[in-house]
């Protein structure tokens, strides 16, 4: 009796141990059988547990179980719009917005050309112009025609020499004058007009500024007026306004920086003063580029002309 209880004991000491530390066992868990068939394997998923990437989405998860479904098809179809619409840009080229005016202008100028800031046609246009150019607001072009007057009667013997006559002279100056009374339709009178080339040493002199009329060689000539007395700032190129000229109108063109300028006016080569011969120097490069661009322009639109109209010799 006492052997068993003696032997029990040792028993219930083993169990108790094998439960304390089970690192001692000799026994291993039985292997479960697990019946696989029809099954998908799923040996790369443990791999992809243990890694830091991301799981699949719901979409890239259907495009690989089913490669020809309508999801696989938007998927690869969003990327090939988005690189056919870039694609048909060039990377240096925006596209281009409609500028009114712009078909007045000459052509190669077109991508000189940032914007056209139109102004009332009332027959004040080129003076409004003026007054938008000089950041003082169209309606006050009463405020430039003043000061334009004030610069040619000032020096009136030299605007007579440039003029020509006396009488040439009084009428550019009853023409800085507004109109005492408007006419009905609200449109000043041509001689009460700003006018080219005659008011452009007046503005650029009186302004101290470079003032370039531009337009298209089929309505006129574009030209460039310089100050005709006075020495030239350190950076004249930061001193130029641009009127364009189109059919009885007159518009504030904004040029681009460094864009090809029209040849200096032949009247200011001719009366300028001594001090003010240099304001032509740092231009020289970029009116040689404007008169080349231009003579291909004259020559491209009469070959297409010659084309339109053939000459037939019988």
Same mark, same amino acid.
């Given at each position: 009796m006492k052997s068993s209880d003696h032997s029990m004991k040792l028993q219930i000491r083993d169990q108790l141990r094998l439960i304390?530390?089970?690192?001692?066992?000799?026994?291993?868990?039985?292997?479960?059988?697990?019946?696989?068939?029809?099954?998908?394997?799923?040996?790369?998923?443990?791999?992809?547990?243990?890694?830091?990437?991301?799981?699949?989405?719901?979409?890239?998860?259907i495009d690989e179980q089913f490669p020809d479904s309508q999801a696989s098809q938007s998927k690869s179809s969003k990327p090939k719009r988005k690189t056919a619409r870039i694609g048909n840009l060039s990377p240096n080229v925006l596209p281009c917005r409609s500028i009114k005016y712009m078909e007045y202008m000459p052509l190669f100028m077109h991508s000189?050309?940032?914007?056209?800031?139109?102004? #009332? %046609?009332?027959?004040?246009? +080129?003076?409004?112009? /003026?007054?938008?150019?000089?950041? #003082? %607001?169209?309606?006050?072009? +009463?405020?430039?025609? /003043?000061?334009?007057?004030?610069?040619?009667?000032m020096f009136r013997k030299e605007y007579e020499t440039i003029y020509g006559t006396k009488e040439r002279f009084e009428y550019i100056l009853n023409?800085?004058?507004?109109?005492?009374?408007?006419?009905?339709?609200?449109?000043?009178?041509?001689?009460?007009?700003?006018?080219?080339?005659?008011?452009?040493?007046?503005?650029?002199?009186?302004y101290n500024r470079v003032v370039v009329e531009l337009t298209?060689?089929?309505?006129?000539?574009?030209?460039?007026?310089?100050?005709?007395?006075?020495?030239?700032?350190?950076?004249?190129?930061?001193?130029?306004?641009?009127?364009?000229m189109v059919p009885n109108h007159c518009v504030y063109v904004k040029l681009k920086s460094g864009c090809p300028l029209p040849p200096s006016c032949k009247e200011w080569k001719t009366h300028r003063a001594p001090e003010a011969e240099t304001w032509e120097d740092t231009?020289?490069?970029?009116?040689?580029?404007?008169?080349?661009l231009m003579k291909n322009e004259k020559g491209d639109m009469e070959m297409e002309t010659n084309k339109d109209d053939p000459i037939i010799v019988d």
């Open positions: 304390a530390y089970p690192e001692i066992t000799s026994l291993t868990p039985p292997i479960k059988q697990v019946d696989t068939k029809g099954a998908k394997k799923r040996g790369k998923s443990a791999k992809c547990n243990s890694s830091t990437t991301r799981s699949p989405s719901y979409w890239e998860y000189y050309i940032e914007d056209i800031i139109d102004v #009332k %046609g009332d027959g004040h246009c +080129g003076f409004r112009v /003026a007054a938008e150019c000089f950041n #003082k %607001g169209e309606e006050n072009q +009463g405020l430039v025609r /003043a000061k334009l007057i004030r610069e040619l009667t023409g800085l004058y507004p109109p005492k009374v408007m006419p009905k339709s609200g449109i000043a009178q041509v001689e009460n007009w700003f006018t080219f080339p005659d008011m452009g040493h007046i503005l650029a002199t009186a298209t060689h089929r309505i006129g000539h574009s030209e460039t007026f310089f100050p005709i007395r006075g020495r030239p700032p350190l950076d004249p190129s930061s001193r130029i306004i641009c009127v364009g231009f020289l490069d970029r009116m040689t580029e404007f008169d080349e």
